[in-house]
């Protein structure tokens, strides 16, 4: 029975990337469809209107919502410093970071979040492992922070899915619990596990403290509601914070699972499945066209001028790094 059971595992192992491809291509489908659909209907007379009817206190509102963001985010990285005691100064650590989230929001994290990260950490001196585990930390905090809000806001029941949803409003509210109940493991693991490492494929893994486990929830939830917070400024407050956020927590799943950049459409696409008895379409589409520019283009921007900068100075900052070590 034994070897028989160890068969049809290894037989799921080998099935499962098959299946998953699969399910991942049929979710695109099913995404394209919906957007065909939507830019078929879309009004974008108004998509125009909303774009330009835009106050400037309603912009600077938001642009004051997206700084907060990134500055959060920027602080992932210096949670990597502390917990992987490294010796780079904050001050560089900081562009980097913000470099790699706007690459990374723009052109996947492959790209951002992976590459970029060992570029340039790289050429300020940190080593491979160094690098791997502060990467790996600020995924966590990013999720962690997901799955806490998304939990609480899903077992709140602050969201409603559509009729045509497969999953109801109690499977959501489950969801929530579960998500919710993942953060409070890893808070105790972080606070009472006595085994603190492990290996896994030669890659060592070492649970944080429980301060650190708890500034991550914290700064991962701040993150991704000042990012809903732009949503919502660029919707024109018309839609209740809870719900935007609530909203922004469910896209921002599906467009991960599309591997699309930036989730472009698929967000759209969401939102107005979900928002659109509240707003018309070409008004929610308008502003998430506002958010894509604040949030996305214009960080990008300043963050192509920054990498510049640092590609010009990793030399002279590496020297430097080297210089200040026996001091550190």
């Known amino acids: ?26 979710f695109f489908v099913l995404v394209v469809v919906l957007l065909v ?116 806001i899903f077992a709140m029941g602050w969201i409603t899915p559509p009729p045509e949803w497969e999953i109801g409003a109690t499977a959501l509210r489950l969801l929530g619990v579960v998500l919710m109940g993942v953060c409070l493991i890893y808070l105790g693991l972080c606070g009472f596990s006595k085994q603190r490492s492990w290996t896994i494929r030669r890659h060592a893994i070492e649970l944080p403290s429980l301060r650190l486990a708890l500034v991550q929830l914290l700064l991962g939830a701040l993150n991704w509601g000042l990012m809903a917070l732009v949503v919502y400024f660029m919707l024109s407050q018309k839609i209740a914070y809870p719900q935007v956020l609530g909203v922004l927590m469910i896209s921002s799943i599906a467009g991960v699972v599309t591997h699309i950049p930036a989730g472009l459409g698929v967000i759209e696409a969401v939102f107005v499945a979900l928002l659109s008895d509240q707003m018309s379409r070409g008004a929610i589409v308008g502003g998430l066209i506002g958010y894509r520019v604040v949030y996305f283009l214009i960080p990008l921007l300043f963050a192509t001028l920054v990498y510049v900068l640092l590609e010009a100075r990793a030399k002279k900052l590496r020297r430097n790094n080297r210089s200040d070590a026996p001091a550190a």
Not at 122 to 148: C, D, E, H, K
Request: contains cysteine.
């Open 37 to 152: 659909s939507l830019a078929r209907t879309l009004d974008w007379q108004e998509v125009l209107r909303t774009l330009r009817n835009y106050k400037a206190e309603t912009l600077w509102m938001a642009g004051a919502a997206m700084l907060g963001s990134y500055v959060v985010y920027c602080f992932f990285d210096v949670l990597g410093k502390r917990y992987v005691r490294h010796a780079l100064p904050v001050r560089q650590i900081l562009p980097v970071t913000f470099v790699c989230y706007a690459f990374n929001l723009n052109l996947s994290a492959w790209v951002g979040g992976i590459a970029l990260r060992y570029r340039l950490y790289s050429r300020l001196g940190l080593r491979p492992a160094q690098i791997t585990r502060v990467f790996t930390l600020s995924l966590l905090t990013n999720w962690l922070g997901y799955m806490w809000l998304a939990g609480l």
């Open 1 to 26: 029975m034994s070897h028989s059971h160890a068969a049809q595992r290894s037989g799921w192992r080998k099935r499962w990337p098959l299946l998953k491809k699969i399910l991942t291509y049929v």
